[in-house]
């Protein structure tokens, strides 16, 4: 059997102990390639760099430091820094969690989102703050190589990723895996103002407060009863139920005024219109 080649990348940056534990711990499953960003890139969600070019410098074996985001990190090296396609994306491990609505800000979850798109199977590892400030690494790092077995071993089902968020505790408190859903997460002060020594207003971002739901079969519940959470989550964003409804909806607008059926049916057309209405 050819080996089989893994590739990690994370947001937390190529010198984070999270990444290092993740990498060690893959290990087991095959040849590990670690490109990451040169330096943290947190909640840069699935941004590109399109404004400057991309570095990519090496890092010792199989090692790969990037001037860029974790999704330009997986881009470019199943385009280009790997010899072929890797059977497996891991991203991880995050330093806090990634559940509910924070999953849309998450570079570790984009890097796995974009392993999703250029058709590898792919699982994000994110690992829960600690009321004592501490991160242990080490079980969830070998608790995302059990996953990635298993994924290697099943596959998983196109446009589907895995999230996985793992409660910090030391390994012997840790409980089994649920899976679960997305839940939600209300920050309050989320903007912090100060003034610079100008006397002008600054900003930053990054409430400390946030409120969430635990509401049963989520991964907010599932981490704080201590248990790993397994969150499946697809590409295609479609609200499927919505759109059963949305043509009636449309047919009651007046967007557009050339229906494919010649009745004056609203379409959403792309043609601009006749001067009318707001434009670009
Ligand atoms: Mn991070």
Redesign the pocket.
């Known amino acids: 059997m050819n080996t089989r080649l893994i590739l990690v990348s994370?947001?937390?940056g190529i010198t984070a102990p999270g990444i290092e534990a993740l990498s060690e711990a893959l290990e087991e499953l095959g040849e590990v390639h670690v490109v990451a960003p040169d330096r943290?890139r947190?909640a840069s969600s699935h941004s590109l760099t399109i404004d400057v070019p991309l570095r990519a410098l090496r890092a010792g074996e199989r090692r790969y430091a990037v001037r860029g985001t974790p999704t330009d990190c997986v881009l470019l090296a199943v385009e280009n820094l790997l010899s072929r396609k890797p059977d497996i994306v891991v991203s991880g491990v995050?330093?806090?969690p990634n559940m509910g609505s924070d999953v849309t800000y998450s570079?570790?979850v984009a890097a796995a989102i974009e392993g999703t798109i250029l058709g590898v199977p792919s699982i994000a590892v994110s690992l829960d703050h600690a009321s004592h400030g501490e991160y242990e690494y080490g079980p969830a790092a070998r608790v995302a190589s059990t996953f990635a077995g298993l994924v290697l071993e099943r596959g998983l089902p196109e446009g589907t990723l895995l999230n996985i968020n793992v409660p910090n505790v030391p390994e012997s408190e840790l409980r089994t895996a649920r899976p679960t859903r997305l839940g939600h997460q209300v920050y309050e002060d989320s903007i912090i103002e100060k003034t610079d020594p100008r006397g002008k207003s600054y900003y930053w971002i990054g409430g400390q407060s946030s409120s969430r739901s635990n509401e049963s079969g989520t991964d907010f519940a599932a981490v704080a009863a201590g248990h790993v959470s397994v969150t499946p989550i697809q590409l295609d964003m479609t609200d499927f139920e919505t759109l059963a409804h949305l043509s009636d909806w449309l047919l009651e607008s007046t967007v557009g005024s050339r229906g494919t059926n010649g009745s004056g049916g609203a379409t959403l057309s792309e043609t601009g219109g006749d001067g009318e209405g707001p434009r670009a």
């Open positions: 994370n947001d937390d943290e947190s995050n330093r806090g570079g570790t």
